[in-house]
């Protein structure tokens, strides 16, 4: 994938999360954030680690195994991340470590983390699909 490719899938992806996590809050009729004392930039540092999570990806695409293994480990990368910033997050507003495993624990199985990681799959394993360097591969394995 070229730079620009990789900007604009990243971008999308971003895009793709506030819009996932709108329909998903109504959907739920929950907050992204339970917590009310996280502050405003909470989840929009989370969503801006996972975009830059994806542009790293998709710059890798095609690279680093096939489509499959690209997909399963940037959606992977993306719930770790997004937990992680998270966690770092709260835990510095808070002022006590132990938030750092208590908002893991909460959040892990949160729709609001594990939507933008399927998006974050899909888009990458899209990108690893339809990269130059998948295509040439699948082409020396095909005898073309």
């Known amino acids: 994938m070229t730079r620009a490719s990789s900007v604009m899938i990243a971008i999308t992806y971003g895009a793709l999360v506030i819009a996932a996590w709108g329909l998903t ?23 801006v680690a996972a975009t830059l999570v994806v542009g790293g990806w998709v710059m890798r695409a095609g690279r680093a ?6 997909a399963v480990g940037g959606a992977a990368s993306v719930w770790f991340v997004m ?13 006590s470590l132990a938030w750092l495993l208590l908002f893991a624990g ?18 990458i394993g899209l990108a690893a699909a339809l990269s130059p360097r998948a295509k040439s591969f699948a082409r020396l394995h095909r005898g073309d």
């Open 25 to 47: 809050s109504l959907a739920l009729d929950a907050e992204v954030m339970q917590y009310s004392d996280a502050g405003p930039l909470l989840g929009p540092a989370m969503a």
């Open 83 to 95: 937990l992680l910033v998270g966690s770092l997050g709260y835990t510095m507003t808070r002022g």
């Open 65 to 70: 195994g096939g489509p499959v293994v690209s």
């Open 106 to 123: 909460s959040y892990a199985t949160s729709a609001f983390i594990l939507v933008p990681a399927i998006i974050a799959g899909v888009l």
